[in-house]
C-alpha cells in the first residue's frame, strides 16, 4: 500500500473552510484515497472516499489533484466538534481489507 | 439503529488471565476486522475475516485469537502469551469486497487495562 504524509498539526477557525493535505506520491492506479477521522477515545469515524474525480457529500469535499499524487480534504465550515485527528489512507479494494493508518494531522478548530 | 456495539468501554484484567472482546454489527456486513491502537499511534491490524468460519491474521496476530461463527460477531480474545495487551481495540466491518461495499465502519472501542 502507498504511503501518505500528512502535517502533524493544523489550526482552523470556527465557520472557516480547514483544508487538510495529504501526499501520497506513490499511490497505484488502483488504489483509492480514504479519509477517517478520530475524536479522543472514540473509535474512526469514516468521512468519505474516492478515486480520481472529486468527491462531496454532506460531510467534506475531497479534492485529488490530475496526477493522483495528492488530494486535499476540504471541511467547509468547520466547528469546535471538527476538532479530531484526521487520517488519509491509501487503499485498494479486493486485498483483504486493510487499512494502514498513519499519525494523521491534528486538527485543533478554535473559536 | 444500524452499527457496531463494542463491550464493554473500559475492561481491567489481572496480567496472566485471558480476556475476551465483544465486538456485534447489525449492518448485514460480510467482512469484520480487529485493529489495536496504542497512544499517539495509528491503527494496527490484528486479524480479520471476510465471511463466516474464515478469518485471516493481520499484521500483530501473535497473542491473540478470533472466531467467526455467526456474521453479526466477531469476538477477540486477548491471550495471557500477548505481550504488552494495555491498549485501545477497535472492530470494524464492511460490506465486503466490491468497490462499493469495501469501506469500513468502526465500533466506538473498548479500552483494555491488565493490571
Known amino acids: 500500500d502507498a504511503k501518505t504524509t500528512q502535517p502533524t498539526s493544523m489550526d482552523c477557525a470556527e465557520g472557516r473552510a480547514a483544508n487538510l493535505p495529504c501526499n501520497h506520491s506513490?499511490?497505484?492506479?488502483?488504489?483509492?484515497v480514504y479519509w477517517y477521522r478520530q475524536i479522543h477515545s472514540q473509535g474512526p469515524q469514516y468521512i468519505i472516499h474516492?478515486?480520481?474525480n472529486n468527491e462531496t457529500n454532506e460531510m467534506a469535499s475531497l479534492i485529488i489533484t490530475e496526477d493522483r499524487k495528492s488530494s486535499t480534504l476540504i471541511l467547509p465550515h468547520a466547528t469546535l466538534r471538527d476538532t479530531a485527528v484526521y487520517y488519509c489512507?491509501?487503499?485498494?479494494?479486493?486485498?483483504?481489507?486493510?487499512?494502514?493508518f498513519g499519525q494523521g494531522t491534528e486538527l485543533s478548530v478554535k473559536p | 439503529d444500524g452499527g457496531i456495539t463494542q463491550s464493554p468501554k473500559y475492561l481491567f484484567r489481572k496480567e496472566g488471565q485471558n480476556v475476551t472482546l465483544s465486538c456485534e454489527q447489525n449492518?448485514?456486513?460480510?467482512?469484520m476486522y480487529w485493529y489495536r491502537q496504542d497512544p499517539g499511534q495509528g491503527l494496527r491490524l490484528i486479524y480479520y475475516?471476510?465471511?463466516?468460519?474464515?478469518?485471516q491474521k493481520g499484521d500483530i496476530a501473535e497473542g491473540y485469537s478470533v472466531s467467526r461463527e455467526k456474521k453479526e460477531s466477531f469476538p477477540l480474545t486477548v491471550t495471557s502469551a500477548q505481550k504488552n495487551p494495555t491498549a485501545f481495540y477497535l472492530c470494524?466491518?464492511?460490506?465486503?469486497?466490491?468497490?462499493?461495499?469495501?469501506?469500513?465502519?468502526f465500533g466506538p472501542g473498548t479500552r483494555l487495562t491488565v493490571l
Open positions: 474516492g478515486l480520481k
Open positions: 506513490t499511490i497505484s492506479g488502483n488504489e483509492y
Open positions: 449492518l448485514n456486513h460480510d467482512a
Open positions: 470494524a466491518s464492511s460490506g465486503g469486497t466490491g468497490v462499493s461495499t469495501d469501506t469500513q465502519y
Open positions: 475475516s471476510q465471511i463466516v468460519n474464515d478469518f
Open positions: 489512507i491509501v487503499s485498494r479494494f479486493n486485498q483483504g481489507g486493510k487499512l494502514i
